[in-house]
């Protein structure tokens, strides 16, 4: 039997049973908002990345944290790679997801690749760090030294320093990104700050290039569930339920059941609203 029921984390309760046909097109409506929702969680896996970097760095320079510079140079190598690896696999899924989707000559999958185009042909620091993981994953590490100053107000920073030469020594960087025209050396944090914002622009297209019409429509059919069964305990779940009854305790039925995602849906419908608005 298929169902729309309730449950709190122990027990289920029907609220409505519902044909084959009606079970499978909600499916399909879960389906389209969690597709969304893990597409749209993709920068936050790049963020998280770079914060945690970026906290690492914080807290050797906290002295209460008593972070020892060998350790601080021990660990930093595995916080970049972090961010490096998940710098490509973002752009990587990006373009892997619109291929499937739509295909390599459809408009969708060309305005993703000119967005691409575009944030490498105008900002350096983009075009240095997607190489950059190439080179630290095929060659060594690409940081030559760190340096510790007070700005005015006495605070510490700290710049990463790479050294141009020592970066061209062992690999062949490729000319379109004219990594020759940079300084002799140079601090890498505010470069990974300018990509990572590189990425956020191509995340707001990729977005965009969704099929946004039946996003909306999932959105409306699923949080519609959560107006029809307002002060309703627990999640409201599609459920497959032995004909043994509804009403009992899990321990006595066979059940599957997919949770309705109602707060991604209306957060989603909250997002259309917003951009409708701008």
């Known amino acids: ?64 944290q008593h972070i020892s510079t060998a350790h601080f140079l021990n660990e930093l190598p595995s916080f970049l790679l972090k961010y490096l690896a998940s710098f490509k696999a973002f752009l990587d899924h990006w373009e892997t997801y619109l291929n499937r989707l ?20 105008e900002y350096f620091s983009y075009r240095f760090v997607y190489e950059l993981r190439n080179f630290t994953l095929h060659c060594k590490f690409p940081i030559a030294k760190v340096k510790t100053k007070m700005d005015e107000n006495k605070n510490n920073l700290l710049s990463v320093i790479v050294n141009k030469e020592r970066l061209m020594s062992d690999y062949n960087w490729p000319k379109k990104v004219r990594l020759g025209e940079m300084e002799a050396e140079f601090d890498l944090l505010p470069h990974l700050e300018e990509a990572f914002n ?81």
Do not use: W
Not at 9 to 19: F, V
Not at 232 to 249: F, P, Q, R
């Open 1 to 64: 039997m298929r169902s729309i029921a309730s449950f709190d984390g122990k027990n289920l309760k029907g609220l409505k049973s519902i044909s084959e046909a009606e079970f499978e097109g909600l499916l399909e409506h879960v389906k389209n908002i969690n597709i969304f929702v893990n597409n749209y969680q993709r920068i936050s896996m790049v963020q998280k990345d770079k914060e945690a970097l970026e906290n690492f760095i914080s807290d050797y320079l906290d002295d209460s």
């Open 198 to 278: 590189c990425l956020i622009r191509i995340h707001e297209i990729a977005i965009n290039l969704c099929d946004t019409r039946s996003l909306m429509d999932s959105s409306l059919k699923i949080y519609k569930f959560a107006v029809d069964y307002r002060g309703v305990v627990g999640d409201i779940v599609l459920a497959t339920i032995e004909e043994s009854g509804l009403d009992e305790s899990m321990d006595n039925l066979h059940i599957e059941y997919n949770r309705l995602p109602i707060i991604e849906s209306k957060n989603i419908l909250e997002m259309f609203v917003e951009n409708s608005e701008e």
């Open 102 to 121: 739509y295909g390599k000559d459809s408009d969708q999958f060309k305005r993703f690749k000119v967005a691409t185009s575009a944030e490498f042909d």
